[in-house]
């Protein structure tokens, strides 16, 4: 401590990168959205005048929005629900796995490397309505697939390539969590006349909740904001905004639509509802779960 | 209650490792075995086959007459308490001991009463809304051995229960865990490499070495008759003393240059053996005293003394022989370090063992100490 004292500005320069790209890249920019929030610009962005609150009301009464917050919600449960239940059940797999565990993890762990909107190209080609492989299997059975017409298609694609993109990510967490489980806990219940699956709803399942509300917290929060790419790359949004999330509203109205007040008080509100998710997620969600 | 048999039981795994060499093992209704034995040496390897936690290779395994190699841990109605403990950590104490009733979809009212019975016999009546980890090691290990209690099953198997417990816990627990099997009368299967534990505990001890059983008999058996030489520096605390010796035309020749009137049954002269001889079976002689009939006469120099109380144990220096010979001596014995004892070994009480470690049976040269 003496050290420190006699040098006080040391552990500023240490902290000193860190701090100078949160200020550019959070601090600023979110400081800049929330100003922005409260101004008009003109076309041309060379003026620009304060209004209050007004963007904020007319964000809020335009029926379109409301629309995007459900697509929002029910897109981020999808993905959240589906990335993870998926990756519990390859970790619970993997787990079991003694010979060539290791190549086995390595493969599931890749996609995590891949890059949003490359994982949403692939998933585009897979399912392009004329070039991809899969609408010509689905057509074998009777299903006609054309994701740019068919909205919960759309929805669909987006759906199933942010739930891929992700599966890594919680997979590895869950193996770490299982891994954590002392194997006597399952011999001790195994012995107790609990079969494989009794052994994971009463044992495993609770004692992995701690990694479950983690990785809650942060697919939901992969699924607000890191999925832009994905949805960017596939379907824009569309068709007919079926697929418009809030983050991709906000880039839309913003930098599409020029509206940058609307925007920034769109990404406000955003910031907004993801806080107060999360600080739900801690308040009734982490009481229940077992540390 | 239920009788436990192994015949020639073996274990090989994947990797071709063999942890079991063909066990064959019988044990009695509501009899306490213990398997003691250094470890790496099979003993959990064997209690985890009885469980059905590790597959057996070959060889059969019974309880009470009928095969059960194939049938599940659960089907075999074996109750075990792990040396971890393995309880439940985000159950209650209560929900703890619950649960493999509730999992054989035992009535309510019945679980409640089993419970509650096993928490009084175990003194955790108080506790049953805790959590483990707000309980103590001692406590810990009372929900361990209730969740095996209230199930009541065929056989009780114990996995080194009190090793992570403190010393004076271990003693008390002893005690609690001999008192409560008599009182069941379950069938029950302890391993541990603690010897003491395994003296007391036993009703028949199973001593167990490099994946073989040494020995199997009543504690007080291994101890006066070790069936090998590895037996018998295993029980017994501290371990028995190993002199080099020689056969010799009237009795065996110690390195020291003492003859003790004992031969090995059937040894050439010249064979090398094995003299063992406890601690507490060397007899301290007075300058003035006689030697007894027969018996080796030693001179020994105390390097170390280590004074227990009841009894004082001294580390002596012997002549031709590297590894100290450990004497003990009564409490009010008073020895101190560069003093010489004389030291007198019995033919009675004399072990030999034979160039393979294992036990030879004697015969006492009478006249050797009349020549």
Redesign the interface.
Known sequence: MAHFNRHPITPWILLAPQLLIVAVFFFWPAYQAIEQAFYVEDAFGLSREFTGLSNFVSVLSEPEYLTTLWTTTYFSFAVAFGAMALALGLAVLADRVLRGAHAYKTLLIWPYAVAPAVAGVLWLFLFDPTLGILPELLSAIGIDWNHKLNGDQAMLLVVLASIWKQMSYNFVFFLAGLQAI?K??L?????????PW?RFW??TF??LSPTSFFLLVMNVVYAFFETFGTIDATTQGGPAGSTRTLVYKVYEDGFVGQDLGSSAAQSVLLMVIVGVLTLIQFKYVEKKV?Y | MATLALKQLKKQYPNGYKALHGIDLAFGEGELIVIVGPSGCGKSTLLRTL???EDISEGDLEINGKRVNEL???ERD???V???Y?L???MSVFDNMA??LK??RTPKDEIQQRVSEAAELLGLTELLDRRPKQLSGGQRQRVAMG?AIV?KPQVFLFDEPLSNLDAKLRVQMRLEIRRLQKRLKVTSVYVTHDQTEAMTLADRLVVMNGGHVEQFGTPMALYDQPASQFVAGFIGSPAMNFLSATQAQTGLALPCGATIALQGEGLATGAELTLGIRPEHLQVLGAADALPAGAAELEARIELVEPLGADTLAYCRLQGQSEPLVVRLDGEHAVAEEQTLRLAILPARAHLFGADGKRLATREQATAAIE
């Open positions: 002392p006597s806990l011999e001790a219940a195994a012995m107790d006349r609990a079969g009794r009463t044992i609770p004692l077992q | 469980a059905g936690l599940e841990p659960a074996i109750a075990m792990f040396q971890n393995a439940y950590p985000h649960y493999g999992n054989r969740r199930r």
